[in-house]
């Protein structure tokens, strides 16, 4: 009996020790366009230059009604403000092996930033 009871005790702890593992959390990238014609990626308060292939969160600022925010990569373009929003917006992106972007679209000659993705 005291085996069992043992043993028991051995999966319940196993168990909770793997449903409790922690999760590798998704990393966070900042973005900011506007107020002037200003925009910006940054990972831990650095200008974004190369990052490794996975799930990213955008996190992006939008502080002016004429600008947009523009994420594009090898096969995926998405807005994740647009004109006339002001405000926060957040988004998860998996990004992958190759060239990207960030840009304003309405001002992208003057607007815009890249990175490599590896």
Wanted: with cysteine; charged share 20%; aromatic share 8%.
């Amino acid at each position: 009996m005291k085996l069992i009871t043992t043993l028991v005790v051995a999966a319940v702890a196993l168990v909770t020790a793997a449903t409790a593992a922690p999760m590798s959390s998704v990393p966070k990238l900042t973005g900011t366009v506007g107020p002037g014609f200003t925009i910006s990626l940054k990972k831990n308060g650095k200008a974004v230059k190369t990052l490794k292939a996975g799930k990213y969160t955008f996190v992006v600022t939008d502080k002016a009604s004429i600008h947009n925010f523009v994420v594009e990569g090898p096969g995926f373009e998405r807005a994740i403000t647009s004109v006339p929003f002001k405000g926060t917006k957040t988004i998860t992106i998996t990004l992958k092996k190759g060239k990207w972007e960030f840009y304003c679209k309405p001002h992208e000659s003057g607007m815009h930033g890249d990175f490599r993705v590896t």
